[in-house]
């Protein structure tokens, strides 16, 4: 009876994720087909409104995830790697494969220029606000992403086997941005991020590979490519 109370429980918790996710994403497309200009704001993380803007919305996120999961650890991944010296091994191979091979597909969809978030140049006035920037996007983001998609995403989808929950969170993970041309590109790191996930029953390499790229990212767009 309780094996079953437990099944009908991990349904409702998967369907309030797929509720969430499509809510997000649903919300993210609306955005960019009814407000999306040709001429993006590429100084918006030398403002401390987009700090703030995404401290707030990474909080709510992290509530729901919260919620739904009820705070259990084992649902989020929240565990030590079998092997940590594996664990990074794996990682560092995930982050320089990503790095190159979707730094190749993005010069083919520019989904980097759709997202149109990283600034062009630096501008060293704005200093102190691109800081706070880069603690929510290279810090907070990956955390709380990592707890949706590969923590809670992952252990709501194994029950259909590992393959089903790799595919289906990268997917998810692709559509919650709520772009089109860099959905290939987040998908497919997404799948990356799942696998890692998958290889070492934990989520947080996964956060070290996502804060790493995101901040690489981050750093080269306003020294070398700006």
Known sequence: MSTVAERE????????????????AALGYAARFTTHSKTSDRSVLYHWSTAAGGLFQFAIFLAIVLAISGGAQERLALRRPRSWKRALGLATAVFFVSWIGLGLLDKLVHGGREQALTPDRWQSKHAAAFAANFLVIALVAPV????????????????????????ATGLAFGLYHGLVNALP????FGIALAWLRSRTRSVYPG????????????????????
């Open 9 to 24: 429980r991990s349904t409702a918790r998967l369907g309030f994720w797929l509720l969430t996710i499509g809510a997000i």
């Open 207 to 226: 956060m070290l590979v996502h804060a790493a790229f995101n901040a690489v990212a981050l750093v080269v767009s306003v020294t070398i490519n700006g």
């Open 185 to 188: 590109i987040l998908t497919l």
């Open 144 to 167: 709380v992403e990592e707890l949706l998609f590969r923590g809670l995403g992952f252990h709501l989808l194994q029950r259909f086997g590992d393959a089903t929950a790799i595919v």
